[in-house]
């Protein structure tokens, strides 16, 4: 049966990243996924890709320590910002209310209980194309870059977190999420857990961090419009010293087909593009993988760099 | 502003396809498509693809003449099946409940104001790969067949009506969908609208049937899994004597890419794939396109063949 | 049996494109194909696209009428060169030895029977990349660009005749040409004939110009990485303005996956995909299209666009 | 400076494969790669992929132990076959003239200082598609399977060698062969030497055997049409049971797009798709990789899976 509060956040809405390799970072997200740069604001660069009907979804500051900053999502209409709102506040990790960013408008501040700071909020403006860049297409956003791994859209979050379930439990009571696919290990716990908002099969993930630190990052993703964006970024990516490090593949888990790399700060970045899949069942029962299925190796049963398990943001002796 | 009543409507459920040639129409779908027979009855073979989570989406059915049968669409829940049978029955368009077909439960049957003979339902059965035919990966329904075009799911059904904004009214009041865009001639006239109830950005499409018949089918659609899918696809069809009609081309509307072919019984079947392109916004405004900006052409500005514009099924007068 | 100078040609080498829209179509070929200027030397700029191994491959040259200017090919060493130009001379339509440009040595110059300008030659300066912009793998001739429709390499050039079976038994005599595939008309004549000189399907065209003109291009044709790239390369050249003619659709003849635009200046550029085909029979039988054949259209069984049967540069009566 | 016997080959022609999994290895070339089979004879079936214009290019026959048996080259006339075979015997290898079998005619035997078994031909029966099966394309051998990884061609043989410097100097000295790529170790030895024959980058390769046996084989290779053909085949082979060792990856030599997996009998099968990279150079500089080179990882920068280094056939001591 599906969670009565699903719906009531619509989808990830932006992101900020935390690197301290700034400059290289900005060249990084602006050159080689053709993000646009909308705004710059004391630290931080605002960033576009061309599919993104709001403002900006990525939020890029500079700072000592790489790893993810605020992650906010934006509700399906006032009424639903209002009620998760309430609901956050009962479950006491609310922090309070307060103006978004570049358009944004007002947002209640949380944690979740791993510590990453979130937010949610429906207020929001919408992407204008510049007047001397006005895409052939009137259905879409920005112009088509047709370069770079040509990013279409911001996709979804991966945190690290100390308890995969206490958060989960969070995201589905506070948030109306619901797991779509998870991972039980022969201890019972669960090790990781896919949440969606919509027809998407997932926007916010957390895995277990093997570390034992909280408020660390996976990954951040963005959608390519196909698979051979992908292909095509592998070569871009070589080409230009970003290392790559697994991919591309298709996930047993999502069957989403991802390159990872790193930004230059180090913050993994993963490219994802799920084909045609869509949870389109209002009554999807959430696939669970066992500690033995998932021995049989990720990505079309070939085992996953080691790292893979182990790299995250901001670096815990690594 | 949202439409309140969206998200009654989960999605597309199923359709019946009506055939004077049902041999060669049922080797088209389970040949080419690849799509699996699961029961058979009567004049009607019940068909399923490799991604469809229920246990059939395609009904075939022998008949005098090709055409579109029943189109079913399930609800979100029982509560909103109700709801939908409610305000259906308030139109005076309502016919009744009845028992659907294999598997399908308790089902509201109603006709559009074209005539075209709907049904909605919440209860279904899954799909349930034999014993001896388990995918290996768990979070997919059937076996990946990797033969002929592959296809993924059912899409969407795009109906010819007399009057497309009666039409279209009628799938907004009646069922909560949200017209992603649309066509408006110099007239003031609709001449084409693409309706969603969920985050893909249609299920439902009205277009003008210029003969000025009503209860035609323009066509129906599967999704496939890449765009290599539908190049392949091509290749196939034009190996298997199946007459290409339009493709492989991206639509400036909805942006789809797409081909499209006539199964042997004369209906116009699309092959559709979105890229990564969802309706996140949960207050996307409709885009409308002019008469003009269509006349630019639809596919990277290329002329539509003129058949487009004329077949349907039944035929008439061709 | 393998024509006895099949070889002595090792490929296409170079072509001079006229434009009378010079900025533009220099906009053209190194933002949207992402070809690197190498030098300007009076009204013509030296462009190379990533994998050609030569310093250059295109000259493009400001010009009242758009057209094709010389096209050189290179010979399999300097014993070929001359037992070619010793043939050519004797066919009596050698011009005489002249200097190459920019890098190529010691050119035959010649006219073929419809007057198009054409040079052989074996010295040429390998491509260096400069030493800031190295690509990552040495096998690479220039960086990999990523960007636009990320044309690899010169493919072809595709000559209008006015007489194409005088052309072509020149290019077979003189040149050692061998055709793989060609179309002949229910009169007999031959209307369309493709020429190789190695393992490639084809490097020299003559299609029938049915104006009745002569020196006429049809187009030149650049290769492409991957299918991908051409469907991507639609969105570039729709986003920017270029008017698409025909495509993306694959050839019955040659099974050529193609793309065809016109750049600023008028002239037909293709963009085309082989797949894996290779010519590497060394006693292939050419094939032969008859009218009839040809009929059933060449695009997976569509109709050509009218245009692709008239348009050529310099124009003529469009 | 090319080599003067360079062309006298003229390719890869067919290639025996011994597998210890007769019926399971049969399955899978000819449901999985949609080879035809041809003919059987004793212990062997002759296999057919859909782009291959000579009868048969895998002949699997069924053997105590997997691995690799006659490997025959295609000449590129009846003279350049005599030459070759007086060049072979005149190295002391060569073991004499016999008929070919399914349609090749006169073939020399001969071993390659690593003891595999080789032949070569000219004479051969071109592939005649059955009478109610003929391709839509007359320019094309076989009807367009599109199922499974849709093999479109024998592409290359790569051996294992004890000593890759002998064996590619008999390649080069008796067949024409000319290296395109290789690694030298910091020792001086080459531990690896792609040899190609005509404007294919590569038919045969020696890479060095860790284990010091001799007469083993790494893989042999099939070209896809696409690099989609190959990660659909990836899900096809998941889907199978089949054991995908590495890839989908670009190889920095030679930029092969690729896919590696085991047939059911042991042997690795490769699937390759090279995009439009030709040799087209008539003095193409053979590309040396350094042991430092190499190190930096093969595909996108990525390490290479450890049995890749070490799994050959017949196995020894894995």
Do not use: C
Request: glycine content about 10%.
């Amino acid at each position: 049966m599906r969670n009565s509060s699903f719906g009531d956040i619509a989808h990830l809405g932006h992101v900020e990243l935390l690197t301290s390799e700034f400059d290289k970072s900005r060249w990084f997200f602006t050159e080689l996924l053709a993000m646009r740069e909308v705004a710059a604001e004391g630290d931080s660069v605002f960033l576009h890709a061309w599919d993104d009907y709001e403002r900006y979804t990525l939020k890029l500051t500079a700072s000592p320590a790489s790893g993810v900053g605020r992650v906010a999502l934006r509700t399906g209409s006032q009424e639903a910002l209002e009620r998760r709102a309430a609901a956050i506040e009962a479950t006491g990790r609310g922090i309070g209310w307060k103006d978004g960013e570049q358009g944004v408008g007002r947002s209640y501040a949380f944690t979740d209980p791993d510590g990453h700071p979130m937010e949610i909020y429906y207020d929001t403006e919408w992407f204008q194309a510049p007047d001397d860049a006005k895409p052939a297409l009137k259905n879409q956003a920005d112009k088509y870059p047709g370069r770079g791994i040509n990013a279409r859209r911001l996709d979804h979050v991966n945190y690290l977190g100390k308890d995969v379930e206490e958060n989960g439990t969070f995201i589905a009571d506070a948030l109306g999420g619901e797991a779509t696919e998870q991972i039980r290990l022969n201890t019972g716990q669960i090790s990781a857990q896919w949440f969606h908002f919509n027809s998407k099969s997932y926007d916010v993930v957390y895995s277990a961090d093997n570390t034992g630190s909280t408020g660390r990052l996976h990954h951040i993703a963005f959608a390519t419009d196909t698979r051979e964006d992908i292909l095509k970024g592998a070569d871009v990516f070589l080409e230009n010293g970003i290392h790559i490090e697994s991919g591309p593949h298709k996930h047993a888990i999502q069957q989403t087909f991802f390159l990872y790399v790193y930004e230059p700060g180090g913050n993994r970045i993963e490219f994802a593009n799920a084909g045609a899949r869509l949870m389109l069942a209002p009554d999807w029962k959430t696939i669970e993988w066992t500690e033995a299925e998932r021995a049989k190796g990720q990505a079309w049963g070939m085992k996953t760099i080691s790292t893979f398990h182990t790299h995250g943001t901001p670096p815990v002796g690594e």
